[in-house]
């Protein structure tokens, strides 16, 4: 069997991540600021990040909480907001771990249909006609995960009206915003939200690098110093190591550079991989994501991807399938991860998918 | 007022942490490793420092979990072992946040006397012969915070016995065990338990510095990866770029010149601290610790340590109170961390606590 090519990981390859420009901040690090770097801090993060944070999404710094990567932010955020019988709305599908975290916590979890433009909000507005009470809607606004949509400018305001009108707390969860290589950007909903309802989340693992480990969170003072409380209580203060190497990394303009990199490198492997679908694999239906690292793929009703997947094993290919991110249905559909893979590895990997899909047809 | 000086916080002053050394670690975790140090890993940590925590310990692989910080490690293993009710017997006194962590995940919590040899284990047994049936006993052996008292042998073998026969599980929380600078270093409860009955906890922060946020669970495989599962839920991997400056440092030999430093600068400061007190505040009972951070200072019955703290904040001397380590009681006591201050701060802020003393009483 051929080395397996994985389309299943979310995680950007070593040559699109700046080891030398890490490098090189972990040095300044230690140099500039060696009393913050190795002490302990507190739990709103290493201050110079913090306030870095806050000046990219004009905020005050008290809004912001620097955590050791997004997900423990998201554990804190469902800490303090879900308890046992909370109605949670989430994408469908969405995020697995976003899925199983809520679980894990005995949310009353309502999947609300994903369309290329974004959660439908009418599906959404029709629950809360019928009278679901969501305490929290969990949304990833760009370039989701696991479809690649991105939630257009008229959905963004019309969660925000919802959530006002109905009194749930928007979770957007944002960490490919950076990584958008074609079209034009979108406001956050943090940044437009008028009645403090959004808690936004992000994190340098996809401008940075995933074994960093620094995420955060802005939101309203209130809530962000109810979640430092929990933070201190679990941890004392993050990685103050990580963080330090992070805000030096931004200060210096190496992320600018970094970002460059991903982006010309991403754009170019959806180019092969909707090429090569066209032509090994032309029945796949997608739409081609504008950023991040995922691509969602729909494959003719009927095809079992279950059965696909033990194929395209044998063939030396991994992906995730559909149904690990819904409650149910999507037996036909997977994701496609291009952010660990180079073009060369697109091209074999989806040879693979379509005599996968061939073998099992 | 004059500049505060702390003893109050358990943290190493700056000159006591190898900047340099780390710097160098740093550099050295990006050019080796590359992959390893940026890419997630798994909640089980970084693969070369797992296997070196394992070698020190003379355990296996499996047997190891590396985490963000112990405290993490300890929020994992309460999350696993004490459910609402659970009976716990901790040390009295003991670590506050453990304290604080227990309570919040509603424990029954028994604080059992710790006197200069350990816990009393006469007490324990009394209570365990009354009923108690304990899922946990947090045992801190060496140079315990807050009191710097080191648990005895005899009291290490009678602890395993009583945990084997009512059937708890020992967490041996031991952050300071390579930090002794006089006298013989005895074996851990781990290394000696037959039973599968010890969870041990370590800490790099204070070998390594507190910033860095490396800690660790060694215990029973199943046990491990059960904790491991609850890690990969909440963070999917650890701070890989944290870990891999810690192996560097480790495996470079760094670790041992960085922790001959500490230990000298840490005798002479108790040393000083023994000294200022016999000449300053000869009515303060305490036993000199043998190593870590703490000194536990028990003044003459009725002396009111709530006024001292206030009385000692207005000449700029900050300290934490007995109390805040305990349920009841310990209202003549408080803790010293000569940890974060030099010797001339010792001598000047020794001066400041007995004119502080003086004036309440």
């Known amino acids: 069997m051929p080395d397996t090519i994985s389309f299943a990981r979310g995680a950007p390859s070593l040559d699109i991540v700046d080891v030398d420009g890490l490098k090189a901040a972990a040095v300044r690090a230690f140099e500039n600021d060696p009393g913050g770097t190795t002490a302990y801090g507190t739990a709103v993060g290493y201050v110079p990040l913090r306030k870095w944070i806050a000046e990219k999404h004009g905020v005050d710094v008290d809004q912001v909480l620097v955590t050791n ?20 709305i989430v994408e469908k599908p969405t995020y697995d771990r976003t899925l199983l975290n809520l679980r894990g916590r005995g949310a009353e979890i309502h ?43 008229a959905k963004r305001d019309r969660l925000l009206e919802l959530a006002a009108e109905f009194g749930f707390v928007i979770f957007e969860d944002d960490p490919y915003i950076d990584i958008r290589f074609t079209g034009e950007p979108l406001p956050t909903m943090l940044s437009q939200d008028q009645s403090d309802r959004v808690i936004y989340a992000s994190s340098f693992s996809k401008t940075v690098c995933p074994g960093i480990r620094v995420g955060y969170l802005v939101g309203p003072k209130a809530r962000i110093a109810e979640i430092q409380k929990l933070a201190t209580n679990t941890y004392i203060s ?7 190497i992070v805000y030096e990394f931004c200060a210096s303009g190496a992320m600018a550079g970094a970002v460059a ?16 679908l066209e032509r090994e694999l032309p029945q796949a239906k997608y739409h081609a994501p504008e950023g991040g690292y995922f691509m969602w793929v729909e494959l003719p009703a009927g095809t079992d991807v279950a059965k696909v997947f033990d194929a395209a094993a044998e063939r030396g290919l991994a992906f995730v399938k559909g ?21 060369a590895e697109i091209e074999e990997g989806v040879k693979r998918l379509a005599a996968a899909v061939t073998a099992c047809s």
Do not use: C, W
């Open 238 to 244: 993050p990685n103050m190591v990580a963080q330090s």
């Open 323 to 343: 149904t690990d991110f819904l409650l149910e249905g999507g037996e036909n559909t997977l994701r496609i991860a291009y952010s660990g893979v180079n073009e």
């Open 69 to 88: 990567g997004s997900m423990q932010a998201d554990a804190f955020l469902f800490e303090l907001l879900v308890q046992p019988g909370d109605h949670v």
């Open 111 to 153: 999947m609300v249909e994903l369309q290329p433009d974004g959660i439908s909000t009418d599906a959404l507005e029709a629950l809360l006609h019928e009278g679901v009470r969501p305490t929290l809607a969990h949304i990833i606004p760009n370039f989701q995960n696991p479809a690649g949509y991105t939630l257009s400018q």
């Open 261 to 276: 990199t991903v982006k010309t490198a991403l754009a170019a492997r959806v180019a092969a991989l909707t090429a090569a």
